[in-house]
């Protein structure tokens, strides 16, 4: 049979699979590693996977590529970024260096507020190109999905704006990203200490505009999901106000994140899960109570050891803890320009393993299949199956867990997305 292209000699083929949906518990340290394995891709999708001699013999291929022994792998899946901005926030990096806290900085009108001023002034075509050189690091580090939030712009106009950015970089760029809508990441400058009012504008407002927006969009047409996240934080969105506005969300068809217990517990956890959230994120300072209530839902864990570092931190989520209680784990950068200025999942990785114990095969699993899972995709991205998207990466090394082992380095020779190769080399045949 002949195929658009054949990687071979794959010392390591980590397939990641899980046709039964996403890998908790002792599932989470099974990669699906074949040894000496090929797949074996047409029209950007998976034909086949096996041993390296079965299908070379069964499929005749366009383009061959001899992994040379070392491991291929799913792309990596971001499954919460705030990648779409304007602008940086040096400063406050520096201020915090010198002992100013995140929180600190949150309080005193900075923070997500100054990236928002940033947003609101810059074109389209501006954000787009300050996006565009953080996806090409992300692909380049081997990221091939990534969920992307508004959230920068905080009125309706502007929430609009980066959304369609995000829409407009979905098309112009190779990697895939899935829409949320965050209007409710922090109460703009001109509702301040009007947190309710500012509320009531997100549901009654920009809620409906936004729904109405994806309707339009390529998304929609595609199946690719709108999701909505709220910040449920002191100082944010109190547990009743999260309420409020995902509910809403809900109701005009958004599935539902939500960003919960990173420096308060508040009781976010209950509320997102009582409203069957597809995602729960963050989870630093969650109670014994809340884990089991999550590991026995659908809802996956996703979590940030990014931001602990990047913030100075020694307190990191109890992800041990999740993956022990049963819950289903993914890891993610949250890249943003506050807490997680970070492209790298790869280096995410190391930090779990290290800080957070996970082993590596956990940590892959984490950034692939269950990844997907937590941005509705999981049918169709983050592992090696035939009949999923071809998102492929060769990586130099003969072990995976090179990837969390090494850190620093960009391991990932070779990206292949929907089929396409887009960096390294094709042996034609
Ligand atoms: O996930 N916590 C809230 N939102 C982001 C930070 C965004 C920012 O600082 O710009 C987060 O950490
Ligand atoms: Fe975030």
Aim: proline share 4%; hydrophobic share 45%; with cysteine.
């Amino acid at each position: 049979m002949h195929v658009d292209l054949v990687i071979h000699n794959a010392g390591q083929l980590v397939t990641c699979a899980s046709p039964s949906g996403p890998k908790r518990g002792p599932a989470l340290r099974d990669v699906g590693l074949i040894e000496n394995g090929a797949i074996a891709i047409s029209d950007g999708e998976i034909v086949a996977i096996g041993l390296s001699r079965d299908v070379r013999a069964e499929y005749v291929a366009r383009q061959t590529i001899d992994a040379g022994g070392n491991v291929v792998c799913p792309g990596f899946v971001g499954p919460h970024t705030h990648v779409a901005y304007a602008g940086n926030r040096i400063d406050e990096f520096e201020l915090r260096v010198k002992g100013a806290t995140y929180q600190d900085i949150m309080a005193a009108g900075g923070g997500i507020v100054s990236t928002m001023q940033s947003v609101r002034v810059a074109t389209p075509e501006q954000i787009i190109n300050e996006t565009r050189v953080r996806l090409d690091q992300m692909l380049a580090l081997g990221t091939t999905t990534v969920e992307a939030k508004s959230g920068y712009g905080l009125d309706t106009a502007n929430e609009l704006k980066l959304l369609g950015v995000v829409e407009a970089l979905d098309q112009a760029h190779a990697i895939d990203l899935v829409p949320t809508f965050m209007g409710a990441h922090a109460i703009p400058p001109e509702y301040r200490n009007r947190g309710d009012d500012y509320v009531a504008l997100v549901v009654e407002q920009m809620t409906p505009a936004i729904a109405a927006w994806y309707r339009a969009t390529h998304f929609a047409a595609r199946g690719v999901p709108l999701f909505a996240d709220v910040f449920c934080e002191r100082n944010a969105f109190d547990v009743e106000q999260s309420r409020r506005v995902l509910a809403a969300a809900k109701s005009h068809g958004m599935r539902i994140k939500a960003h919960v217990d990173e420096f308060s517990a508040m009781g976010g956890v209950a509320m997102a899960l009582g409203l069957d959230a597809c995602s729960v994120d963050h989870l630093d300072v969650t109670g014994s109570e809340d884990m089991r209530r999550i590991a026995q839902s659908d809802t996956i864990a996703v979590i940030i050891p990014a931001v602990t570092v990047n913030l100075g931190g020694t307190h990191f989520a109890d992800a041990r803890g999740l993956i022990d209680a049963g819950a289903a784990l993914a890891l993610t950068t949250d890249i943003n320009p506050g807490s997680a200025p970070c492209p790298s999942l790869p280096l995410v990785m190391a930090i779990a393993c290290r800080y957070q114990h996970l082993a590596p095969a956990e940590a892959l699993n984490a950034v692939t299949i269950n990844a997907a899972h937590a941005i509705g995709l999981g049918q169709h991205a983050g592992s090696l199956e035939a009949g999923k998207q071809a998102d492929v990466l060769i990586v130099d090394a003969p072990d995976y867990r090179h990837l969390a082992y090494q850190f620093g380095a960009n391991l990932v020779r070779t990206v292949v997305k929907r089929g396409r190769v887009l960096r390294g080399r094709v042996i034609h045949e």
